[in-house]
């Protein structure tokens, strides 16, 4: 069965700490891969996106995730948070052209100041 | 630019009532559109997808439905609400036919079933 699993529900970290955000899937074929993030009172938008290429993607706010095949991850890092890093970040999978995109069950990042 | 737009923002609803939610998007052509419903600690799960007018892929078996009356314009249905139908929809629109498939959501309508 297709799915996307994210290893932390909930993560608290103070500013400048370094953050990783786990996040595994199930899915058949060719992947497009995909974190967003919805910060408090925002709309879910994207963070960064990785279809084809350099495995190591680079997003918007510093953010950057690394594609690992043979391990069906995808995970999220940043290498300090800051306090509006505040938000909850879901990693999604989806076929080519992105119709049957499968999220996670998201992680609420509390960055304290 | 392109912006997209879901109404109303928050519903209250008594059981076995209609629902109808509207989003439309602006900025942009034969967009692919979908609605997600969101539940908290459970991520997003697909509901509906269209590729086109009149086009509708149903991808959980339930008690809504979705038309697509006009290009720009995708409706979230019910002809009577169960409390179950309470969450957080989600309307979002991807540029068709770009590989990639990245999805651009709107602000969302909060329902509860009361």
């Known amino acids: 069965a297709q799915s996307v699993s994210q290893h932390n529900h909930h993560v608290i970290l103070s500013e400048a700490a370094s953050l990783e955000l786990g996040c595994n899937y199930s899915?058949?074929?060719?992947?497009?891969l995909f974190w967003y993030v919805q910060y408090p009172g925002q709309h879910l938008q994207l963070l960064l996106k990785?279809?084809?290429?350099?495995?190591l993607v680079k997003g918007i706010k510093g953010f950057e995730a690394e594609f690992i095949k043979s391990k069906f991850s995808f995970n999220l890092r940043k290498p300090s948070v800051q306090w509006s890093d505040t938000a909850e970040y879901f990693c999604?999978?989806?076929?080519?052209?992105?119709?049957?995109?499968?999220f996670g069950a998201g992680t609420r990042l509390f960055v304290k100041a | 630019s392109q912006t997209i737009h879901q109404w109303p923002a928050t519903l209250v609803q008594p059981v076995g009532s209609p629902l109808s939610l509207e989003c439309t998007v602006e900025?942009?052509?034969?967009?692919?559109l979908y609605w997600y419903r969101q539940a908290a600690g459970r991520g997003l799960q697909l509901l509906f997808y269209?590729?086109?007018?009149?086009?509708i892929s149903s991808e959980v078996p339930q008690n809504l439905s979705a038309s697509r009356p006009q290009d720009r314009q995708f409706i979230l249905s019910s002809k009577k609400l169960l409390l179950s139908d309470s969450g957080f929809y989600l309307c979002?629109?991807?540029?068709?036919?770009?590989?990639?498939?990245?999805?651009?959501f709107g602000p969302g309508t909060r329902l509860t079933v009361t």
């Open positions: 269209s590729v086109g007018i009149g086009q």
């Open positions: 900025g942009t052509s034969n967009p692919n």
């Open positions: 979002a629109w991807s540029v068709i036919g770009l590989s990639s498939g990245e999805q651009y």
């Open positions: 999604a999978v989806s076929n080519t052209g992105g119709f049957k995109t499968i």
């Open positions: 990785y279809f084809s290429g350099d495995p």
């Open positions: 899915y058949g074929g060719t992947v497009n």
